[in-house]
């Protein structure tokens, strides 16, 4: 009875490869390094290569391609796996770079190739951009430090991704540097840190300090309310204006009476 070969037990390639590819994110090492460890897992890694015909395979590659007893050797079984591992390729990109990188009878390969050249030939502009993107991220622009710093690091790691990579200097200043003005005091105190720390530190750091400002924020509205709560019922109600009132209205009756 014939083995199963593994890529045919795959119903979900975005199980193994989560990450979409596209034009707009510098995610392509990412995303290249995760499908290619898929693809080895699943003895399909050959594919993201030139086929070697029978007359340039050499005794090695013979001996290799032994070992793998479940690896397909017929022509039509070859095709099979190859259009599988094109639609994991096609299942893990966006319909834009689909449209881009698709020809009639290509291979995984072709493919694999296409998408390599064209994230290879982009990096200058793609590191321009990421550069002043993240030279334009500032905490006023997030809902809270946690969102801030995951911002930072993303963009740092995308820049990282098309061979600009940021120092671990480099990156804690930048992430001080977007700081609104109430937080230039700490900010100020982790600067002057030797040895300055880790990005996960300072992130920690700046957490814990937006915490205690809320609750401290927070501890001093409820008092505001109590105090005022407090003074609302110690207050006595004013009567003159009742009792001038009322005075009045006395008088006028008397007058009214005195006439009749």
């Not at 083995?3 to 990450?19: C, D, G, Y």
């Not at 994110?25 to 594919?47: G, K, M, P």
């Not at 105190?189 to 300090?209: A, G, H, M, W, Y």
Request: charged content about 25%; some cysteine; hydrophobic content about 35%.
């Amino acid at each position: 009875m014939d083995k199963i070969h593994p890529s045919l037990t795959v119903t979900n390639i975005k199980n193994f490869v989560p990450i979409i590819l596209n034009n707009e994110d510098a995610q392509y090492n990412t995303w290249s390094e995760l499908f290619r460890i898929h693809c080895t897992a699943y003895l399909v890694e050959d594919h993201l290569a030139p086929r070697l015909t029978t007359a340039s395979s050499t005794s090695s590659d013979k001996d290799k391609q032994k070992e793998a007893a479940e690896k397909p050797t017929e022509p039509d079984q070859w095709r099979r796996m190859d259009a599988i591992v094109l639609q994991w390729i096609y299942g893990t990109i966006s319909p834009d770079l689909t449209q881009t990188i698709m020809k009639k009878n290509s291979t995984a390969h072709d493919a694999w190739v296409a998408l390599e050249n064209l994230f290879q030939d982009n990096k200058s502009s793609r590191a321009l951009h990421l550069q002043s993107k993240l030279t334009n991220t500032r905490l006023e622009s997030f809902k809270d430090m946690a969102s801030y710093c995951q911002e930072v690091k993303v963009l740092a790691d995308r820049l990282a991704n098309v061979d600009v990579p940021l120092s671990h200097t480099q990156l804690v200043l930048k992430l001080l540097g977007g700081l609104t003005e109430q937080y230039q005091t700490i900010a100020a105190i982790i600067r002057n840190t030797e040895p300055l720390p880790d990005f996960n530190t300072v992130r920690s750091k700046l957490c814990q300090e937006e915490t205690e400002r809320e609750a401290i924020a927070l501890q001093s509205a409820n008092q505001a309310g109590q105090a005022l709560a407090a003074s609302s019922k110690t207050d006595p109600i004013p009567t003159g204006s009742s009792s001038a009132g009322s005075t009045n209205y006395n008088t006028e009756r008397g007058r009214g009476q005195a006439r009749g």
